[in-house]
């Protein structure tokens, strides 16, 4: 299977910072990658697919970037309603694997 | 606009079967992929497998031996059944479309509301 590793697990940071979450492929996925945001109690939301194309009523502070085997999602400027787990997910193998989440805290 | 809803019981005893069912309404279930994930405290989210409207189904290799995804589409359902399941087979499990555009598939939306289902004798 391929293995998605995300960086920090866990962040807090002020509104209006500049956030960045790194996910990292154990092998190269193109640009079949997918984020996630995740709300307690609730089902995780597309945010971003291909990489880096913005899901249809997605806030544009979102975007997402890379190829291969490293990516990134970025938050512009930080929003309360931004607070949740955000997941990567790689579609490059028919086996879809995600990564374990980066939890983003409102400080 | 298309919406998921899963259903089942929520409750399992060791070695049975866990099956659940996926009612989708707003849209048809062709000619879409659907798919059943998992998510539990220790492992995170998990892909269980994908079906095709067709009937064509993927699994998740580490779950294959005991994992069948079904379609129903006249009545706009799919189905997953787990057999032989323990402690270990706890989870929130959510049935989601796998989208596809541009000749490309994969990514997961919508997602149904998710149901926790508890492996206890």
């Known amino acids: 299977d391929i293995q998605m590793t995300q960086s920090p697990s866990a962040l807090s940071a002020s509104v209006g910072d500049r956030v960045t979450i790194t996910c990292r492929a154990s092998?190269?996925?193109?640009?079949?990658l997918a984020w996630y945001q995740q709300k307690p109690g609730k089902a995780p939301k597309l945010l971003i697919y291909?990489?880096?194309s913005l899901e249809s009523g997605v806030p544009s502070r979102f975007s997402g970037r890379g190829s291969g085997t490293e990516f990134t999602l970025t938050i512009s400027s930080l929003q309360p309603d931004d607070s949740a787990t955000y997941y990567c997910?790689?579609?490059?193998?028919?086996?879809?694997?995600f990564g374990q989440g980066t939890k983003v805290e409102i400080k | 606009q298309v919406q998921l809803q899963e259903s089942g019981p929520r409750l399992v005893r060791p070695s049975e079967t866990l099956s659940l069912t996926c009612t989708v309404s707003?849209?048809?279930?062709?000619?879409?992929?659907w798919t059943w994930i998992r998510q539990s405290p220790g492992k995170g989210l998990e892909w269980i497998g994908a079906i095709f409207y067709s009937g064509s189904a993927n699994y998740n290799p580490s779950l294959e031996s005991r994992v069948t995804i079904s379609v129903d589409t006249s009545k706009n359902q799919f189905a997953l059944r787990l057999t032989s399941v323990t402690a270990a087979d706890t989870a929130v499990y959510y049935c989601a479309r796998e989208y596809c555009s541009g000749g490309a598939c994969g990514w997961f939306a919508p997602w149904g509301q998710g149901t926790l289902v508890t492996v206890s004798s």
């Open positions: 707003g849209g048809s279930v062709s000619p879409h992929y």
């Open positions: 291909k990489a880096s």
């Open positions: 092998q190269s996925i193109e640009s079949w």
């Open positions: 997910q790689q579609y490059n193998s028919y086996w879809r694997t």
